[in-house]
Nanobody, 116 residues
Framework: QVQLVESGGGWVQPGGSLRLSCAAS????????MSWYRQAPGKERELVAT????????ISKDSVKGRFTISRDNAKNTVYLQMNSLKPDDTAVYYC?????????WGQGTQVTVSS
């Protein structure tokens, strides 16, 4: 059974930090490309960051470059999104996605709310 379980979301004030975690099971995590997406209210789901099985990381969302970092720990089957200097525009449901060969798996999403 494939599972992607996100954690670490919640409410934070502008300028604060959160670290999202996505714990994977049921597939070969170390050979999977992992991504974080987000979807704000009324907006399309958008790619935030991607990391390969060998930890080559790419930030795809220009507005989070320099603030967000994607990483992974293959020994723990976990991918992380470190989010610093958070802004209200970062408010969204954040989703973990895995690509293993031709299969795509999604987590359930975790809410991140940035407000005063």
């Amino acid at each position: 059974q494939v599972q992607l379980v996100e954690s670490g979301g919640g409410w934070v004030q502008p300028g604060g930090s959160l670290r999202l975690s996505c714990a994977a099971s049921g597939f070969t995590f170390s050979n999977s490309v992992m991504s974080w997406y987000r979807q704000a209210p009324g907006k399309e789901r958008e790619l935030v960051a991607t990391i390969t099985g060998t930890s080559v990381a790419t930030i795809s969302k220009d507005s989070v470059k320099g603030r967000f970092t994607i990483s992974r720990d293959n020994a723990k089957n976990t991918v992380y999104l470190q989010m610093n200097s958070l802004k209200p525009d970062d408010t969204a449901v954040y989703y973990c996605k895995a690509r293993y060969v031709l299969a795509i798996y999604w987590g359930q999403g975790t809410q991140v709310t940035v407000s005063s």
